[in-house]
Nanobody, 116 residues
Framework: HVQLVESGGGLVQAGGSLRLSCTVSGLSFGQCAMNWFRQAPGKEREAVAFLDSDGSSRYADSVKGRFTTSQDGAKNTFYLEMNDLKPEDTGMYYC???????????WGQGTQVTVS
């Protein structure tokens, strides 16, 4: 049974930081890729960050230089470090696991990020 459990969202002032966590179970951690998406009210879901199993990563232009994705194999957890947050970063953030560049198969429950 695959499960992705997210945490770390919250309310923060503009310029602040948050770190989202996504703990994975039921998947081969070292082989999966992790996607981070967000969805603001009334807007389409957008890809924010991607971390492949080989350590390569990519980011949406809107978050480059501010967001960083990483992983801790000992904890089976992926992270999205978000710095210099802006009001336009507000939304529900989801982690989603898959393999390589294929569409992710497994999704977390989402965590709300609100930047005032």
């Amino acid at each position: 049974h695959v499960q992705l459990v997210e945490s770390g969202g919250g309310l923060v002032q503009a310029g602040g930081s948050l770190r989202l966590s996504c703990t994975v179970s039921g998947l081969s951690f070292g082989q999966c890729a992790m996607n981070w998406f967000r969805q603001a009210p009334g807007k389409e879901r957008e890809a924010v960050a991607f971390l492949d199993s080989d350590g390569s990563s990519r980011y949406a232009d809107s978050v480059k230089g501010r967001f960083t994705t990483s992983q801790d194999g000992a904890k089976n957890t992926f992270y999205l470090e978000m710095n210099d947050l802006k009001p336009e970063d507000t939304g529900m953030y989801y982690c989603a696991a898959g393999y390589g560049n294929a569409s992710p198969n497994y999704w977390g429950q989402g965590t709300q990020v609100t930047v005032s």
